[in-house]
């Protein structure tokens, strides 16, 4: 059996290169915009599925176990995503200074032979201290988190941003909760769940 990760982000493909075990890597490529009045836990945890659900094996293919992951902040009624823009991250960062940001993050498993299935949702509580806009945008030119839900990124300099951040697994907020998504491939029977 394979282990397929339905992701294109470098930092869930280092997370589970931290695991030491074998998989390959699936670009999904699906809209990841969200649905008229969807919540963002509804959000992050159709779009893992979506991701998961995307891998498509082939005939000769080996069977398969597929991880789809997906993140969004959550500040004030509205769902923080990737910026895109060094403008649209400044603004960000600058709308949840002093502030306490939810960070979503859904993970599925799907084994597309039998048609298993496991989510688990991951909530991470981010306490953001008060921020200057010259401490922004020197963060912002310098890091270019542009491609990171909520303008930061927590494993470099973005971690001085911050408070104090509340979550019972630490890889939550970077994208793939490694202590939760363990304990799912132990369940999913997955033959190298288990460390030698």
């Known amino acids: 059996m394979q282990l ?37 836990d509804q959000l992050v945890l159709r779009l893992s599925q979506a991701k998961a659900y995307a891998y498509r094996p082939g005939a000769q293919d080996e069977t398969s176990l597929v991880i789809g992951s ?3 902040g959550f500040f004030s009624g509205e769902i923080l995503t990737k910026p895109g823009t060094q403008e649209r991250a400044v603004e960000q960062l600058a709308l949840v200074s002093g502030m306490m940001v939810e960070f979503f993050t859904a993970v599925c498993l799907h084994n597309p ?33 542009l491609h990171s839900c909520g303008s ?29 998504l363990s304990a799912m491939l132990r369940k ?9």
């Open 4 to 40: 397929v990760l339905a992701s294109k982000s470098p930092f869930r493909r280092m997370l589970l290169e931290r695991l030491g075990i074998a998989f390959n890597v699936f670009d999904p490529d699906i809209d990841e915009s969200a649905k008229p009045g969807e919540q963002p």
């Open 188 to 196: 999913a029977d997955w033959p190298q769940s288990n460390p030698s």
């Open 70 to 72: 997906d993140q969004v």
């Open 152 to 180: 930061f990124q927590v494993e470099g300099p973005g971690i001085a941003l911050t408070e104090k951040i509340e979550s019972d697994d630490p890889t939550g907020l970077i994208g793939l909760p490694l202590i939760h």
């Open 113 to 145: 032979s039998n048609g298993y299935i496991d989510k688990l949702l991951h909530t991470t509580r981010v306490y953001f201290r008060e921020l200057t806009r010259e401490e922004i945008s020197h963060y912002v030119a310098n890091e270019q988190p």
